[in-house]
């Protein structure tokens, strides 16, 4: 538990640091807190950061919520790609427990906030490989 309120302390600070209003709409609630994925990563999710623990952060800008995808920029502090931008597709699972979601970083790498938001979307009719070629990281609540 004290682990716990220690990395969202961490990560929360970081993330004020680069603080700015969230346009989009307000995030869904079951996407939001801590997770790990089928890779066992651990994850800390709020409305303005998406961060994969314990080093790579992004400063999440805007939520569609109806397109279900995030524009984010990379930290400056990420080992790789630091200050580009990110385009995150999610997907809700059914019949998969414990995962209940799953995520695509769609765009990874884009030059600006535009190109991050016109790259297309994910294919979550085949989710198994429709992240790029690779499948979708499900991710689940921590025990």
């Not at 994925?37 to 400063?59: C, E, H, K, V, W």
């Not at 790498?109 to 009719?125: G, H, I, K």
Request: aromatic share 12%; net charge positive.
């Amino acid at each position: 538990m004290f682990r716990s309120i220690t990395l969202i302390a961490a990560v929360l600070a970081g993330s004020a640091l680069h603080a700015q209003s969230v346009s989009g709409g307000s995030p869904p609630e079951e996407l939001l807190g801590e997770f790990r994925d089928d890779y066992g990563n651990s994850f800390l999710i709020s409305a303005s950061a998406f961060a994969q623990l314990p080093r790579t952060r992004y400063r999440i800008v805007e939520w569609n919520v109806s397109e279900r995808y995030v524009i984010a920029q990379n930290d400056s502090g990420n080992a790789r790609d630091p200050g580009l931008w990110t385009r995150i597709d999610w997907m809700t699972f059914s019949a998969m427990a414990p995962y209940t979601w799953g995520f695509c970083l769609t765009a990874y790498n884009a030059p600006n906030e535009a190109a991050a938001r016109a790259t297309p979307s994910a294919d979550r009719a085949t989710p198994r490989v429709g992240c790029n070629g690779f499948p979708f990281s499900r991710m689940r609540r921590p025990k």
